[in-house]
């Protein structure tokens, strides 16, 4: 059959006004640092500079802090639940009006595809506001007592690698719940943030229930330590995760941490090959691979080894890498420097502890930060590249031959955050899931979101549960 | 459901004496429609069904005088006969289908759209309820506020229903069980006598929210509002035959709808008396799930009772093993 080329298909930037530079959002108004201090967020696909964002230091906190406390106690938990449904049901539509937008600032900023970032991130940034807009006025049919309080002021610090929807994930049921929130997207990906700060405005969101802080590591640091706010909420590595465990652990604050993983993504004799290959891409391709959840590990069943491997190269070699606005485009962009770099390392560790690494052929472009999609085979659990989160496009793969043994190696990691099962057999499934020490368990299936669906890890994956019922329990007194 | 075009013959003023109004709004009176000479005839709604997404007239071409509380003529609203409701019901029955599979994302956004566009009809609304029902600007105010949020309400749980009542059940060995809640079908609602729009609501969403489709039929005396909502309705995505609206006799309706061995559930409220027991006794035909009749202050906060009423509880056993 004849090859054909894909024409780019670039999605248009002129959807997006984006300013110079941005203040902080702190009562409802954007505001200037107290110090001055200001940083550079760039496309990670192209370098280019997209705007200057304020670093906020310590005493920007304390008046974020001091804004949502104030915002607490005198307007938001002054208010019935029903009303408070109201603002969050009008920035879910507010969301779903801007979804183009908003898609594209995602992708420049990011490196994202703009199919993920358009068919996935958005549309699941609006469903979790509406679905916990529907919760603020039910919260006592949630099982946490007949009255369940709010907390009070939340500290939230999120990542880079779904930057609007972890906004989302933890906006949405502070708020629902009567609390207020001091937020701080990461450093690499702080525009959709700013954005929704506009949404907040748009909305008339009473001032100082939604404050958005930018900055580094700092700034995350003068946030989760402040004494001022009884909640923490941190969705990022497990490093960083227990630093702050650590942190809080003489204070009151509620904590609930969303770390790293290594899932392990299993794949039976009996399973349908190609639907599973389709898994097996998802799993670690999705978003560059810069997933906590990720299906980082392969366990192929040796029986179906080669055929599996052989049909996961053929598929690979048609994933297309470049630019993240281009609708066609499968692999975006690395996020960072700092994470190419990581991910570099690992690799090479990879093959330097033996493993054989394979990339289908992939031009990468010339600036910008880019990996390839890249395969390990001939994988063993003491490997580097087996044990820890690489958070890219990198596959490891290895083999087992029994269910049990099966169980034993996913379950061989400090992690438990997601795991995938692939087979024709529902008992399978349901023994499988019952033995894998993870918090979300995808059959024939991987990288499935909604809110309704609890998320969150076992193990050094974190505690707590973000979505669901479940969920709302991280922001209530219960 | 009417597959005839339904032509409209224009809307011909009041022959006689030229007065206008008391169909008019009394919220804002108008002194230019006062008087033939002042100033311009007001265009007249005609009220009808709503069946299937459409508004036919009724089937056997009657009417009946609806008057507001002092017994000024408001309209001539459409007075169903048995074949209108049995269309209504088939109209209903054909929506389930894809109704009950929607997302329950979808179905809570359908509901939310509703109270976004009642909202926006809001004025209108609570003149028409002060006609119906006689109340004072205030009170009216208070209803139509409650009926836009309690569409709210009820669009919120549409994804969060299973969560409340379904369950895993830890059953005594290798299976793994699990029940979750599903619509019933099709519900056949006697809306209450006295609230007009509010209780209507109340009755029709919690139907609705799970999957469920309704034929409601609208407060004997007091149709208006429900018939104006229909309208909302159907500019609000809520899919044509989802909710079926009639208006009529209660008396000379009711006992089609709770006899018809295609409903699968009434909601006896509007209804009282030797006629109520009638009904129930004829819903055990079938074995319908019925909500006994009773009005109640609407404005009070509602529980589950509504929708539970409506829902199955399906059990699901699948063994788990190698």
């Not at chain 1, 560059?288 to 590990?297: K, L, T």
Request: neutral net charge; aromatic residues 8%.
């Amino acid at each position: 059959m004849a090859k054909f080329e894909y024409a780019p298909a670039p999605e248009s930037r002129a959807i997006v006004s984006i300013k110079e530079s941005y203040g902080l959002f702190i009562g409802g108004e954007f505001v200037p640092g107290l110090d001055g201090r200001a940083f550079k967020t760039i496309s990670p696909a192209t370098e280019e500079v997209l705007a200057e964002v304020t670093e906020a230091g310590p005493a920007d906190v304390d008046r974020a802090v001091s804004a949502a406390r104030k915002a607490y106690e005198h307007t938001w938990s002054q208010l019935p639940g029903k009303e408070r449904a109201k603002y969050l049901f009008r920035i879910a539509r507010i969301v779903q009006e801007k979804a183009r937008e908003l898609a594209v600032l995602e992708s420049l900023d990011n490196g994202k595809p703009i199919r993920e970032s358009r068919d996935v991130d958005i549309p699941l940034v609006a469903a979790h506001f509406f679905y916990h807009a529907g919760w603020a006025d039910k919260l006592e049919y949630a099982g946490y007592g007949p009255a369940p309080k709010p907390l009070g002021v939340a500290g939230q610090v999120i990542p880079w690698n779904f930057p609007l929807l972890m906004l989302a994930w933890k906006i949405a049921p502070a708020l629902a719940c009567g609390n207020t929130v001091v937020l701080k997207p990461a450093e690499t990906t702080p525009l959709t943030a700013l954005a929704f700060a506009e949404i907040c405005q748009q909305a008339d969101l009473p001032p100082g229930v939604v404050n958005i802080v930018t900055g580094a590591g700092e700034t995350g640091r003068a946030l989760v330590e402040h004494p001022g706010i009884d909640k923490v909420a941190f969705t990022g590595s497990t490093e960083v995760g227990k630093e702050i465990a650590r942190a809080c652990a003489p204070s009151r604050k509620k904590v609930t941490l969303e770390l790293g993983g290594k899932a392990a993504n299993v794949v039976f004799e009996d399973a349908p090959v190609d639907q599973a290959v389709e898994g097996i891409v998802n799993g670690i391709f999705f978003n560059q691979g810069h997933v906590c959840c990720a299906g980082s590990r392969l366990l192929v069943q040796e029986s179906v080894y080669d055929e599996v491997l052989a049909s996961l190269r053929r598929r690979l070699a048609t994933l297309r890498l470049g630019d993240p606005l281009d609708k066609n485009t499968d692999v975006g962009a690395i996020n960072s420097a700092a994470q190419l770099a990581r991910i570099r390392e690992l690799s090479e560790a990879g093959e330097a502890e033996g493993a054989q690494r394979w990339s289908p052929p992939c031009e990468l472009p010339v600036k910008g930060f880019w990996f390839p999609p890249t395969v390990f085979t001939g994988v063993s659990q003491a490997h580097r590249i087996a044990r820890e989160e690489i958070f890219g496009p990198v596959l490891s793969v290895l083999t087992f031959r029994t269910p049990a043994e099966a169980v034993e190696k996913a379950n061989n990691t400090p992690y438990g955050l997601s795991a995938g099962v692939w087979t024709e057999k529902g008992s399978l499934i349901l023994w499988m899931a019952s033995r894998l020490r993870a918090g979300v368990v995808w059959a024939n299936t991987f990288n499935k979101f909604d809110p309704a669906s609890p998320f969150g890890g076992y193990k050094e994956s974190g505690y707590g549960r973000e979505g669901g019922r479940h969920g709302l329990e991280a922001y209530l007194d219960a | 459901m009417p597959d005839t075009p339904d032509f409209e013959r224009g809307g011909l003023p009041g022959g006689s004496g030229g007065m206008e109004s008391p169909r008019g709004l009394p919220a804002e009176p108008s002194p230019r429609t006062s008087t033939v000479t002042a100033s311009r005839i007001a265009v007249r709604k005609t009220y009808k069904l709503y069946i299937g997404g459409m508004f036919p007239r009724s089937e056997s071409g009657r009417s009946y005088v609806v008057t507001d509380h002092k017994g000024g003529f408001l309209a001539n609203a459409a007075l169903a006969s048995r074949k209108d409701a049995r269309d209504a019901v088939t109209a209903a029955r054909k929506a389930f289908g894809g109704w009950s599979a929607a997302t329950a994302y979808n179905r809570g956004q359908v509901l939310y759209r509703v109270a976004e566009l009642l909202e926006g009809r809001r004025a209108q609304f609570i003149a028409e309820t002060r006609n119906a029902e006689g109340i004072g600007a205030r009170q009216a105010e208070t209803t139509v506020d409650a009926a836009i949020d309690r569409w709210v309400w009820y669009a919120g749980w549409a994804d969060k229903l299973a969560q409340v009542r379904g369950a895993a059940n830890p059953v005594a060995g290798p299976y793994f069980n699990f029940s979750l809640p599903e619509p019933t079908g099709v519900v056949a609602v006697i809306a209450p006598q006295a609230s007009s729009l509010l209780g209507f609501v109340s009755v029709v969403a919690p139907a609705v929210v799970s999957g469920n489709t309704v034929v409601a039929l609208a407060s004997e005396c007091r149709p208006l509002p429900a018939v104006s909502l229909s309208e909302v309705l159907a500019t609000s995505d809520v899919p044509g035959g989802v909710i079926n609206v009639l208006t009529g006799r209660t008396a000379e309706i009711t006992p089609w709808l709770a006899s018809h061995m295609d409903v699968n559930a009434v909601d006896l409220c509007g209804a009282s008396g030797p006629l109520a027991d009638d009904l129930a006794v004829a819903a055990a035909e079938n074995l319908k799930r019925v909500v006994k009749p009773g009005d109640k202050d609407w404005t009070l906060a509602p529980g589950l009772e509504r929708m539970l009423a409506y829902l199955e509880t399906k059990t699901v056993w699948h063994p788990a093993g190698t």
